[in-house]
Protein backbone atom coordinates (compact mmCIF):
# COMPACT_ATOMS: atom_id res chain seq x y z
CA UNK A 1 0.00 0.00 0.00
CA UNK A 2 1.64 3.23 -1.18
CA UNK A 3 1.26 6.51 1.61
CA UNK A 4 2.20 10.07 0.20
CA UNK A 5 2.69 12.52 3.02
CA UNK A 6 2.19 16.13 1.43
CA UNK A 7 4.34 19.19 3.53
CA UNK A 8 5.10 22.91 2.76
CA UNK A 9 1.91 24.55 1.87
CA UNK A 10 0.75 28.01 3.72
CA UNK A 11 -0.08 31.59 2.89
CA UNK A 12 2.01 33.34 0.71
CA UNK A 13 1.77 36.72 -1.28
CA UNK A 14 1.64 36.96 -4.80
CA UNK A 15 4.82 36.73 -6.58
CA UNK A 16 6.61 34.69 -3.66
CA UNK A 17 7.38 31.42 -3.14
CA UNK A 18 6.88 27.73 -1.36
CA UNK A 19 8.58 24.36 -1.95
CA UNK A 20 5.98 21.35 -1.64
CA UNK A 21 7.30 18.27 -0.36
CA UNK A 22 5.38 14.72 -0.74
CA UNK A 23 6.65 11.87 1.01
CA UNK A 24 6.36 8.68 -0.09
CA UNK A 25 6.40 5.17 1.89
CA UNK A 26 5.06 1.37 1.06
CA UNK A 27 5.91 1.32 -2.90
CA UNK A 28 8.37 0.80 -5.16
CA UNK A 29 10.12 4.61 -5.38
CA UNK A 30 13.28 3.29 -7.41
CA UNK A 31 11.82 3.46 -10.71
CA UNK A 32 7.99 5.23 -11.07
CA UNK A 33 6.13 8.39 -11.93
CA UNK A 34 4.16 10.54 -9.68
CA UNK A 35 2.80 13.84 -10.16
CA UNK A 36 1.14 17.08 -8.51
CA UNK A 37 -2.34 17.80 -9.34
CA UNK A 38 -4.49 21.07 -7.26
CA UNK A 39 -7.91 21.51 -6.39
CA UNK A 40 -9.30 25.18 -6.02
CA UNK A 41 -12.85 25.53 -4.58
CA UNK A 42 -16.07 24.70 -6.31
CA UNK A 43 -13.36 23.24 -9.22
CA UNK A 44 -12.34 20.21 -10.59
CA UNK A 45 -9.15 18.33 -9.75
CA UNK A 46 -6.44 19.42 -12.24
CA UNK A 47 -3.34 18.78 -13.29
CA UNK A 48 0.35 20.53 -12.69
CA UNK A 49 3.34 18.77 -13.17
CA UNK A 50 4.50 15.34 -13.08
CA UNK A 51 8.06 13.72 -12.98
CA UNK A 52 9.09 10.48 -14.24
CA UNK A 53 12.32 8.48 -13.86
CA UNK A 54 14.44 5.85 -13.38
CA UNK A 55 18.13 4.75 -12.08
CA UNK A 56 19.22 6.25 -15.51
CA UNK A 57 17.36 9.40 -15.77
CA UNK A 58 13.89 11.33 -15.96
CA UNK A 59 11.29 13.41 -17.27
CA UNK A 60 9.14 16.29 -15.81
CA UNK A 61 6.04 17.95 -17.59
CA UNK A 62 3.90 20.60 -16.74
CA UNK A 63 0.42 22.23 -16.84
CA UNK A 64 0.83 25.38 -19.76
CA UNK A 65 -0.45 27.46 -16.73
CA UNK A 66 2.40 27.07 -14.61
CA UNK A 67 5.22 25.97 -16.98
CA UNK A 68 8.60 28.36 -16.15
CA UNK A 69 7.17 29.37 -12.77
CA UNK A 70 6.47 25.65 -11.55
CA UNK A 71 9.36 23.12 -11.18
CA UNK A 72 8.67 19.62 -9.64
CA UNK A 73 12.09 17.16 -9.37
CA UNK A 74 12.71 14.27 -7.27
CA UNK A 75 14.92 12.54 -4.09
CA UNK A 76 15.23 9.32 -4.78
CA UNK A 77 17.09 8.44 -1.36
CA UNK A 78 14.65 10.22 0.62
CA UNK A 79 11.51 8.88 -1.51
CA UNK A 80 10.00 12.54 -1.99
CA UNK A 81 9.22 14.78 -4.41
CA UNK A 82 9.26 18.43 -4.62
CA UNK A 83 6.93 21.12 -6.20
CA UNK A 84 9.44 24.58 -6.14
CA UNK A 85 6.19 27.04 -7.29
CA UNK A 86 8.03 30.39 -7.85
CA UNK A 87 6.29 33.60 -8.93
CA UNK A 88 2.83 32.59 -7.30
CA UNK A 89 -0.12 34.19 -8.51
CA UNK A 90 -3.99 34.46 -6.37
CA UNK A 91 -5.01 31.94 -9.27
CA UNK A 92 -2.69 29.64 -7.60
CA UNK A 93 -4.67 28.98 -4.20
CA UNK A 94 -5.85 25.33 -3.98
CA UNK A 95 -5.29 22.23 -1.98
CA UNK A 96 -2.40 20.43 -3.21
CA UNK A 97 -1.78 16.95 -3.88
CA UNK A 98 0.72 14.47 -4.97
CA UNK A 99 -0.10 11.05 -6.35
CA UNK A 100 1.47 7.79 -8.18
CA UNK A 101 0.55 7.94 -11.97
CA UNK A 102 -0.81 4.98 -14.13
CA UNK A 103 0.69 6.39 -17.25
CA UNK A 104 2.54 9.42 -18.48
CA UNK A 105 2.18 11.84 -18.50
CA UNK A 106 -1.02 12.40 -15.69
CA UNK A 107 -3.07 10.08 -15.21
CA UNK A 108 -3.12 8.88 -11.13
CA UNK A 109 -3.38 5.37 -10.24
CA UNK A 110 -5.21 6.02 -7.53
CA UNK A 111 -3.12 6.86 -3.98
CA UNK A 112 -3.48 10.07 -3.11
CA UNK A 113 -2.00 12.14 -0.46
CA UNK A 114 -3.70 14.31 2.35
CA UNK A 115 -3.28 17.33 0.44
CA UNK A 116 -1.62 20.30 1.63
CA UNK A 117 -3.44 23.79 1.51
CA UNK A 118 -1.75 26.82 -0.58
CA UNK A 119 -3.15 30.18 -0.15
CA UNK A 120 -1.69 33.45 -2.70
CA UNK A 121 -3.26 36.55 -1.54
CA UNK A 122 -2.95 39.90 -3.58
Same mark, same amino acid.
Given at each position: ?7 ? #???? *? +?? /??? %???? @? ?10 ? #???? *? +?? /??? %???? @? ?17 ? /? ?54
Amino acid at each position: QVQLVESG #GGLV *Q +AG /GSL %RLSC @AASGGTFGSSKM #GWFR *Q +AP /GKE %REFV @ASVSWNWSGGMTYYADSVK /GRFTISRDIAKNTVYLQMNSLKPEDTAAYYCATLASWPKTPAGYWGQGTQVTVSS
